[in-house]
């Protein structure tokens, strides 16, 4: 069966997008919550251990005491601009340690990983046509 | 197909969703006849036996001219000859298409003044304009495709006035843009033509050899001044004077207009003036120059001119006209055609409601929701006795027939069709026709051997066949001839090229003079007041067609456009306390509809702005119209707003 | 340089690029145009970063750098989500699985450049290098002036 360390899990959903039993479901309340589920499986594949970017997963014996169900509940954090949430804390964390900070750094300088991938757009556009928009006010 | 002349391959969204459309599971695939709300399919015999009653009736027991037909500015040429062809066949007169709510103004004004309605020049040709000037369009949203033209003329040193009450897409092009009061197109154009005058910027050379009536027109445009034009439209003196110096200096300059021109009480003035203004600059008959109408159905262009109108027989001959109805006669091997101009499309719409029309029958058409004020259309198309409506949706005017005629789409069949640039082109069948649907052509036929006639065309070409005989203009145009890029009528003999740049020669008029004809400007039909202080304008965008009858079935453009909205400035919205995205009800005197709030400072304080295409728009406009062309005044309307907290 | 350009000059907010691109993609588009200010529209999709984020983010290897593209492979992809969050410019989509601009590759061209009513897209940096030239001649030429 897989066993769940719930404080290496980052929320990403790969394994509920991948295990083949769907023993492992998902919830997203658009813009404030994720929540995942593992149901007790007492299957030998490793798939969603494998896939797991936390290494979060595990594959071990099975075992009577071990809870039906395990879940966990992440607050997606609100993007600097608009608000919405839109990632958890675990996963810009993953985002932060992996990227070169002066990566992290628009031409600005403003970090943008706070930042949801919709405002992110946003401000591009914004950058790129400054000046056209000034041109274009009659 | 990017050797394609006019887009070079590309494609405006529309095109590019043009399959979701196609394959809709939405399409009628059966006849239908309707008891009471419900529905049943039928054979094709039994709906041919319905129709053929149905309109048999209304003709035995009151007369050929109580029964209406709206062929479609969708459907092909040699369709729109049939139909055409089948009302004055029975004795009807009332024959028209919906370039009645569009372009009729130009229909009108341009065979008037120039011989000819129609662009004078090709779209490619735009890239050889010095100045476009582009009034009362939305071109880059609604003609997108020409936008690649216009940026080539732009890199070559053009410039570009654009004169619109919105701040559109469009005006993003300008060098110069004036904003100007919905309705105030003549006072404007009147203004600049004074300009031009007085300093002596007009083309004389041009004006003695090729035109007649200027002397009227100096007297007429003498009292606008820039500064009374500057009060009537908003629009600083500065830059009107500004706009005719750009306008008449430039060694090549084309006007480009549409709705925001034709749709008013004042529409045929309005295009008049437009060619006033190219006809005293001399900018016509050349490249890069012109008169260019924006023409906005693929086969509007192509439906006038196989006479599916009320004023004309095909070639624009005058239904009025005995020698028309002596000629057509003699080639169609009837005794007597009906003389006379028939009721137009707006005209049929009361005249259902009064009883002096009995039964319709409508093809490709949607009144009940291109018509304005939908509760007097919906009202009077249910007075009718019979009516059959043929389409590949159950659009909102199908819902009230009596008889539903499943239609093949542009895909599933074959023939002609003639765009906004006159240009000819033979479309393909590429895939049979879905269900048990007919192409318009077939069903036409049969519709008419129901009713007694003898129509016997197995096919298009065959019907291009008589065209070609009796339309001067497409003598020329057969299938052999058509490769990719078409022909540009008049093409007035199989070894003519077809003619890109029209009036070059001067103009088919007596004389080979154009009529320089002179306007006032008279205010639009509705005003604001205390109720209703808001001046309502509508328009298109650019991921939806019109009514909306197919693209508002395509996922991939309703998900860019799915809600009605109304363009409201931060000024009008602000006392009001409305803000972005806020539902609010708009009003005017003829009905309420609910829409999205969009704060933007694209419109003046003022005036607002919505779609037609989506249910609710036309339940507000006004069906106010232009005495000649019967247009309705689309672009004006007398509005209030409120939150609907 | 291997990405398209967007002359933003000549964007005009069609959106045929985004209807374009979602249907030579299965229904899944990832060009996605915003509206700046009501005066300007500018269409975005990836840049083909030389430094790419996204592949550094990325654990399975779906996304890679290949030569001047980056480029993705379905097969590798988790669903993890970590790209769309790594890339800077928010044009990483994902639909259970990742999908980004693929450069429409093997075609020469990507089906944008070929739809673009405006001629506003360009894979090729000559071309987009001649129309910033003649827009910024055609300015001088005018003295600037609107």
Redesign the interface.
Same mark, same amino acid.
């Given at each position: 069966m897989i066993q769940v360390d719930t404080n290496k899990c980052l929320g990403c959903f790969a394994c509920s997008n991948i295990c083949p039993n769907q023993f492992i479901t998902r919830e997203e309340e658009e813009g404030k919550r994720r929540t995942v589920r593992w149901a007790k499986c007492k299957e030998e594949c490793d798939i969603c251990v494998e896939f797991c970017p936390a290494k979060a997963l595990a594959l071990v014996p099975y075992s009577e005491r071990t809870p039906e169900m395990i879940e966990v509940s992440f607050d997606l954090v609100p993007c600097e601009v608009c608000g919405k949430g839109f990632a958890t804390e675990q996963l810009l964390k993953r985002i932060r340690e992996t990227i070169p900070a002066n990566l992290q750094k628009d031409s600005a300088g403003r970090s943008w990983v706070g930042i949801c991938p919709f405002c992110r757009r946003e401000l591009e556009a914004e950058t790129a046509s400054k000046q056209i928009v000034q041109s274009r006010r009659f | 197909m990017p050797e394609h002349p006019a887009n070079e391959g590309s494609l405006c969204p529309k095109g590019n969703a043009a399959l979701e459309i196609v394959y809709n599971e939405d399409r009628l695939l059966y006849p239908m006849k309707r008891s009471g709300n419900e529905w049943t399919s039928i054979s094709w015999d039994e709906a041919l036996k319905l129709v053929s009653k149905g309109l048999g009736r209304a003709i035995k027991n009151s007369g050929p001219d109580f029964v209406g037909f709206l062929s479609s500015s969708k459907c092909t040429n040699e369709e729109n000859y049939l139909i055409q062809k089948l009302a004055r066949s029975l004795g009807s007169r009332n024959v028209d298409n919906c370039a009645r709510l569009c372009h009729a103004p130009s229909v009108v004004g341009l065979n008037r003044t120039l011989g000819a309605a129609g662009m004078t020049n090709p779209i490619p040709d735009l890239a050889n304009s010095k100045c476009v000037f582009i009034i009362g369009s939305n071109l880059a949203e609604n003609h997108a495709i020409l936008s690649r033209w216009i940026h080539r003329a732009k890199d070559s040193g053009a410039q570009v006035i654009v004169a619109d009450p919105r701040l559109t897409h469009t005006a993003w092009l300008a060098d110069l843009f004036l904003q100007l009061k919905p309705g105030t197109d003549v006072a404007l154009l009147n203004a600049m033509m004074k300009v031009i005058i007085d300093e002596d910027l007009i083309d004389k050379a041009f004006i003695s050899k090729s035109t007649k009536g200027f002397e009227d027109l100096v007297k007429a445009v003498n009292d606008y001044t820039p500064e009374k034009a500057a009060e009537i439209t908003g629009v600083p003196a500065v830059d009107i004077i500004r706009a005719a110096r750009m306008y008449a200096k430039s060694p090549a300059s084309a006007i480009l207009y549409s709705m925001g021109i034709t749709q008013h009480t004042s529409g045929t003035d309005n295009v008049q003036s437009v060619a006033n203004l190219a006809l005293i600059c001399g900018q016509m008959g050349k490249e890069g120059a012109g008169v260019l109408p924006l023409r906005g159905h693929n086969n509007v262009q192509g439906a006038c001119d196989m006479g599916a109108l009320a004023e004309f027989y095909p070639g624009y001959r005058k239904s009025d006209d005995p020698e028309t109805a002596k000629f057509f006669g003699q080639a169609w091997g009837i005794a007597s055609l009906p003389a006379g101009r028939g009721l137009t499309a707006t005209e049929m719409i009361d005249a259902a409601c009064e009883g002096r029309l009995k039964a319709m029958y409508i093809v490709g058409e949607d009144p009940a929701n291109s018509d304005p004020w939908s509760s007097h259309v919906k009202d009077c198309l249910e007075n009718l006795d019979f009516l059959v409506v043929q389409d590949i949706f159950m659009t909102a005017t199908a819902q009230l027939a009596d008889v539903v005629l499943p239609a093949a789409s542009w895909a599933e069949k074959e023939g002609t069709y003639t765009s906004t640039e006159r240009r000819v082109q033979w479309s393909n069948r590429a895939i049979e026709p879905l269900g048990e649907a007919k192409s318009d052509l077939e069903i036409v036929n049969k519709v008419a051997n129901s009713m007694g006639l003898k129509f016997d065309y197995p096919d298009a070409t065959s019907v291009l066949a008589e065209i070609n005989s009796l339309v001067p203009t497409y003598k020329g145009i057969t299938l052999e001839r058509l490769g990719i890029g078409g022909l540009i009528w008049p093409c007035p003999s199989t070894d003519h090229p077809g003619t890109p740049i029209l009036h070059s020669a001067g103009f088919k008029l007596q004389d080979g003079r154009a009529l320089i004809a002179p306007v006032q400007y008279k205010p639009a039909a509705e005003n604001t007041w205390t109720e209703y202080p808001l001046i309502l304008t509508t328009g298109r965008i650019s991921v939806h067609f019109n009514a909306g009858s197919m693209t508002r079935r395509s996922p991939s453009l309703m998900e860019r456009a799915p809600n009605l909205f109304v363009e409201i400035n931060p000024g009008d919205a602000a006392p009001m306390k409305i803000e972005d995205g806020d539902s609010v009800e708009v009003s005017t005197e003829r009905g309420t509809t609910v829409a999205l709030a969009r704060v933007t400072d694209s419109v003046k304080p003022g005036v607002v702005f919505m779609p037609f295409h989506y249910p609710g728009t036309n339940f507000l406009t006004t069906d106010a119209r232009d005495a000649e062309a019967k247009i309705p005044e689309f672009k004006v309307a007398a509005c209030k707003i409120s939150r609907r907290d | 340089m291997m990405r398209v350009y +967007?002359d933003?000059? &000549?964007c005009? %907010? =069609? &959106?045929?690029c985004?209807?374009?691109c979602?249907?030579v993609h299965g229904g899944k588009g990832h060009v996605?145009v915003?509206?700046?200010?009501?005066? $300007?529209? +500018?269409p975005?999709f990836c840049h083909h970063c030389e430094?790419a984020?996204c592949t550094?983010?990325c654990?399975?290897g779906a996304l890679a750098k290949d030569g001047e593209r980056t480029s993705f492979s379905l097969d590798k992809c988790? %669903?993890? %989500?970590?790209c769309?969050? $790594? =890339?800077?410019? %928010?044009?990483?989509w994902t639909d259970? @699985?990742a999908h980004k601009c693929d450069l429409c590759a093997p075609n020469e061209t990507p089906t944008c450049v @070929?739809? =673009?009513?405006?001629?506003a897209l360009s894979n090729d940096y000559e071309v987009a290098l001649k /129309?910033a030239r003649?827009?910024a001649g &055609?300015a001088t030429? @005018?003295g600037g002036k /609107?």
């Open positions: - | - | +967007v933003i000059n &000549r005009i %907010g =069609c &959106r045929s985004e209807v374009a979602k249907r996605n915003h509206i700046t200010e009501d005066r $300007a529209s +500018v975005l430094e984020a550094m983010a654990y399975s988790t %669903g993890c %989500g970590l769309r969050l $790594a =890339c800077p410019f %928010g044009v990483v259970k @699985l @070929l739809t =673009c009513p405006a001629e /129309r003649a827009r &055609r030429i @005018l /609107r």
